[in-house]
């Protein structure tokens, strides 16, 4: 059986879409990835969604959107997409490493995922010391010196979030002032246990008997300089990369993988396919901003399922 609409990502844009293609009676069906609940689900408070003056939890926040959407019919596939193609009738298939699903149009919300340097040996120790979710990890490393890379919101977040825990918390940035935002900023910079090591990027990593992380070389980026510090955690929190290779040449990218769409609208350059959200925004890359995408796509995708 051939879906109307299949909306691939469970964040913000994808929960938001499905809202609005239900309750349009196209019934949309959900692939969710396996984050579901997307990026907010790695975060604590939020602060900054209209409608919430005391703040809300992420993962709070995503299960609200999730029953919203369930409310009003959507249907949920929790698989991981694998490939989507595109026949001459207009038809898409979008394979699943479980089966493959036709609908007659598709809005792509695939978010973007967290970005690691690329150091050697780097692989090997996500999860042994090395991670990108303070939330998730954070309450393993108490009482022990940790260190948080990046120097945007995202890191200045998980950073203060790994106060709870940690003994000291170093924050490690490439530049000598920080990128996140004045409020995020101060917060941390004025925080008894986060201390702030500036121009300096991690160099390498050193491990224990048991594999795990116990500390890195540091290298200066403006002498070049190296030493070493002791810890027992690092929170990488240095970007994203846009979740968008799955989609072959049905879409153009820019040099970063983000999706290219038609300007002015939420559409790529295949008829019947768009795109919401962090995939396709290098910009703002917020949850309102992506839910707002999402409203975008499924309004644009309705239009396009009444008049095909
Ligand atoms: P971001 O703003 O792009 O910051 C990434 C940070 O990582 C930058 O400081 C960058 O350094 C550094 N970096 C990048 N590549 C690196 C590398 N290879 N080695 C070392 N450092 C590297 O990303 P983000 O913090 O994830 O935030 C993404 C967006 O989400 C932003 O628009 C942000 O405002 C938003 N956000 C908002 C909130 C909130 O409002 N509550 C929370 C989280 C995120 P440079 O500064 O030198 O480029």
């Known amino acids: 059986m051939s879906e109307q609409i299949i909306i691939i990502g469970a964040g913000c844009a994808g929960y938001t879409a499905a809202i609005y293609t239900a309750r349009a009676n196209l019934s ?3 692939i969710t ?14 602060e900054n ?16 959107m999730q029953t919203q959407a369930e409310r009003f019919g959507t249907r949920f596939a929790y698989e991981n997409v694998i490939s989507v193609s595109h026949d001459n009738s207009g038809m898409f298939t979008v394979t699943t490493s479980a089966q493959s699903y036709q609908a007659r149009a598709v809005i792509v919300a ?24 303070a939330t998730c990890d ?11 890379v990046g120097g945007g919101d995202s890191a200045c977040e998980e950073a203060m979030f790994l106060t709870r825990f940690a003994s000291e918390v170093y924050l490690i940035h490439r530049r000598d002032t920080l990128r996140a935002s004045r409020i995020m900023a101060e917060r941390v910079l004025s925080h008894e246990k986060i201390k702030p090591v500036w121009n300096a990027v991690i160099d390498g990593y050193l491990t224990d008997e048991s594999g795990e992380v116990s500390g890195i070389y540091l290298k200066s980026t403006t002498t070049e300089e190296r030493s070493e510090l002791a810890l027992k955690c690092v929170f990488m929190a240095i970007g994203h990369v846009p979740n968008s290779s799955f989609l072959g040449d049905l879409v ?4 970063h993988g983000y999706i290219i769409r038609i300007p002015g609208t939420m559409s790529t350059k295949t008829p019947g396919l768009f795109a919401a959200g962090d995939v396709t925004d290098s910009q703002y890359r917020q949850a309102i901003s992506s839910a707002g995408m999402g409203c975008s796509a499924a309004i644009e995708a309705e239009r396009y399922l009444a008049s095909h």
């Open 138 to 148: 954070g309450a393993f490393y108490r009482n022990v010196p940790v260190a948080v």
């Open 33 to 46: 990835g396996s984050q579901l609940g997307g990026q907010l689900t790695t975060t604590t408070e939020v």
């Open 252 to 255: 153009e990218r820019d040099d």
């Open 28 to 30: 949309p069906l959900v």
């Open 110 to 133: 695939t978010g973007a995922s967290a970005r690691y340097p690329g150091i050697e040996g780097e692989s090997r120790l996500i999860g042994h010391g090395l991670t990108a979710c």
């Open 49 to 64: 969604f209209p409608g919430f003056p005391d703040g809300i939890q992420g993962p709070e926040l995503m299960m609200n």
